[in-house]
């Protein structure tokens, strides 16, 4: 057995490859969750993947797939009744977030030949990762770091002030419809990982720790990815050591590397 | 006078079936100043966002001549706090080359804040920092939303008086929101006062030989630099209708008194 077969037939190597793979595309993609104010708006889809779960058991599609279409079509749902300003968009987030899980349950509940380890799907398992994960992990991460890094500018740019990116002709729309592209994505493959109910520590704390010590945007990114690093390794060998839940296991590694670097670095540039 | 840069004909934009900006006529072209005055609320902001093509418009046309390069300085760079970023990365983001985003931030006195953070700049500095911005783009015509909002008085003369020189330098024509008339009295080629509609237009010159004018801007100087009143023979209700002093509905006949 060659040691590439020995890592990958060992789950804590894989579950440890694939949460690297993870906080890869976490690190980018938490910058614009925290610089685009879009914390709330990342728990709704990753909420919503659960609904996309129950309903590729109900129309056996599989369960990838059915997730980022899932949260593709409520990202879409929301920033379509985003603008018909109705309500406010942090109610209607806090509408459909829940919702979304609440369906989700529901119709799992409604499915007793389908056996899922809701608990798995909400906090994260490390045992659950398999050889196929990892392959769509970094097939995901493969593609969404080339897209942002070919998007980069004009990403950046309507972050920063969408009208004046609107005005040198940037396509605004068209790139806030990738990111959300981008969003479902990794929700659907950090999922397994996290769990669905702490996808958005991932991807806002790591960024929000690399902010602390940022010059300038890509810093920041790198900073954020590295943050993601310690907090999947951090998290999962506390889980593997401690048995304790995978997700809330990193998540409490990402939060203890915030407070250290909020308590020692200075205030940021 | 070559074609305009910018023609707009007879231009509606509309909330929920309000007009806004209501049937306004202008056009600018390259070294024109043309100053948008007015209250809050008349559809200023709005009038330049469907020249600059990110608002639509319900009724009439927008023309920009073909291959017009538009310098849009927005009305205040509100920044991210959770978004570090230098001026050199800020003016980069433009897509043109260092050395042209330099010469920008020269021409506008900035250049020494290369690489500072946006976010420690001043309201002065960050104007300047927004023009140069535009600059970086060899712009047409250059749009200003109250460029001069957050500038301290010496800063604002400064500021409007670079505005000239850049117009002069570039070619380019100039459309700008101000409230502050007495310095726009100065360098400014044409004034427009909207109210949704347009309620009246005219050269500084024209407007300033009227003596009911000089009335109103001398006794606005010596009260105040910035606050300004501007007087029409006419009022507005809340719905933006207009309502005659002397009791006739509808009259709107452009005068100062």
Not at chain 1, 2 to 27: M, S
Not at chain 1, 201 to 207: D, Q, T, Y
Request: proline share 4%; glycine share 8%; charged share 15%.
């Amino acid at each position: 057995m060659t040691i590439i077969d020995a890592v990958l037939g060992d789950f804590f190597w894989r579950a440890l490859i694939g949460g690297l793979g993870v906080a890869l595309v976490a690190g980018p993609l938490g910058c614009f969750v925290v610089w685009r104010r879009m914390a709330y708006f990342g728990d709704t889809l990753a909420h919503s993947a659960l609904l996309g779960i129950a309903l590729s058991f109900l129309i056996s599609v599989p369960l990838n797939l059915a997730v980022i279409i899932t949260c593709v079509v409520i990202a879409l749902a929301l920033v379509m009744l985003s603008r018909t300003r109705v309500l406010a968009t942090d109610t209607l987030l806090g509408i459909l977030a829940h919702s979304a899980l609440a369906i989700g349950l529901v119709t799992l509940s409604f499915m007793p030949n389908v056996r899922v380890d809701l608990t798995g799907l909400l906090f994260g398992d490390l045992l659950a990762m398999n050889q196929q994960d990892l392959l769509w992990i970094y097939g995901g991460a493969a593609f969404v770091l080339t897209l942002l890094a070919v998007l980069w500018r004009g990403l950046l740019m309507s972050t920063i002030h969408e009208e004046l990116a609107r005005v040198e002709g940037i396509p605004v729309e068209r790139l806030r419809l990738a990111l959300m592209l981008m969003f479902s994505l990794v929700i659907a493959v950090a999922m397994k990982i996290v769990g669905v109910l702490l996808i958005t520590a991932l991807l806002v704390i790591p960024a929000a720790t690399a902010r602390r010590l940022a010059r300038n945007p890509e810093h920041m990114v790198g900073l954020a990815i590295i943050f993601g690093f310690v907090a999947v390794t951090g998290g999962l060998t506390l889980s593997w050591h401690l048995d304790t839940p995978a997700g809330p296991s990193v998540v409490v590694t990402a939060f203890l590397s915030f407070l250290l670097v909020y308590s020692l670095a200075r205030k940021p540039a | 006078m070559t074609e305009p840069l910018v023609q707009l004909e007879q231009v509606t934009v509309e909330f929920d079936g309000r007009p806004v900006v209501d049937r306004v006529s202008l056009k600018a072209g390259r070294g024109d100043i043309i100053t948008i005055i007015g209250p809050n609320g008349a559809g200023k902001t709005t009038l330049i966002k469907a020249i600059l093509g990110i608002q639509k418009v319900h009724q009439g046309k927008v023309s920009l001549a073909t291959g017009l390069v538009i310098g849009y300085v927005p009305q205040q760079l509100l920044l991210e706090a959770t978004l570090p970023l230098s001026v050199r990365r800020f003016m980069l983001l433009s897509g043109q080359p260092l050395d042209e985003c330099e010469a920008a931030l020269k021409r506008t006195g900035v250049h020494h804040l290369l690489d500072a953070s946006v976010h420690h700049l001043s309201g002065g500095e960050k104007q300047r920092l927004l023009l140069a911005r535009a600059l970086a783009r060899k712009p047409d015509l250059l749009v200003l939303d109250e460029p001069a909002q957050g500038v301290d008085i010496n800063g604002q003369a400064a500021l409007y008086q670079l505005i000239r020189e850049l117009r002069d330098d570039l070619d380019c024509g100039v459309i700008m929101i101000s409230h502050d008339l007495h310095l726009v009295m100065a360098a400014t080629d044409k004034v427009i006062c909207l109210n949704q509609h347009v309620c009246c237009s005219g050269y500084p010159a024209d407007i300033s030989q009227d003596p009911a004018f000089i009335d109103t801007f001398g006794h606005q100087v010596a009260d105040s630099l910035a606050v300004y009143h501007h007087h029409h023979n006419h009022s507005h209700n809340l719905h933006g209708d207009v309502v005659s002093r002397t009791g006739a509905e509808g009259a709107c006949n452009h005068d100062h008194h």
